[in-house]
């Protein structure tokens, strides 16, 4: 008979979110630097530090490593990148302000619909725990 109590979708979603709080603090930093001359725009190695994340919940080993940051709830770190697809401007910096608020727009959108879905997910499981409708 299947755990419940601990449902890996319940995980994953969580694991997700989390994924999400760091590359929202990887574009807000991108964008505090959108003057910075020299700057290079950074990116969360997102699809990277999913599969990460879920193989160290199958008792994979997480990467370590220059240019990463800790996830608390997944116990491990998640690659950050220099941002290749931004165009160099005179002063060197490569943050584009409308590509990063597009990409701040679209993972809040994400981690918003995540949000919604883990909710849903622990509600039911509350309803099967207390045997209500």
Request: no cysteine.
């Amino acid at each position: 008979m299947p755990n419940i109590l601990f449902d890996p979708t319940i995980e994953g979603l969580a694991r997700t979110l989390t994924l999400h709080q760091q590359r929202h603090a990887v574009l807000a930093s991108n964008l505090a630097n959108v003057e910075t001359p020299g700057y290079r725009a950074r990116e969360l190695d997102f699809q990277d530090a999913l599969r990460q994340a879920f193989e160290s919940a199958e008792g994979g080993t997480p990467r370590e490593g220059r240019g990463t940051i800790q996830l608390e709830s997944t116990g491990h770190e998640a690659m950050v990148v220099e941002d290749k697809t931004a165009p160099r401007r005179a002063d060197g910096n490569t943050v584009d302000l409308d590509m990063q608020m597009a990409k701040l727009n679209a993972n809040g959108t994400s981690y918003l619909a995540l949000a919604r879905i883990l909710g849903r997910r622990v509600a039911l499981l509350r309803q099967a725990i207390d045997g209500t409708r």
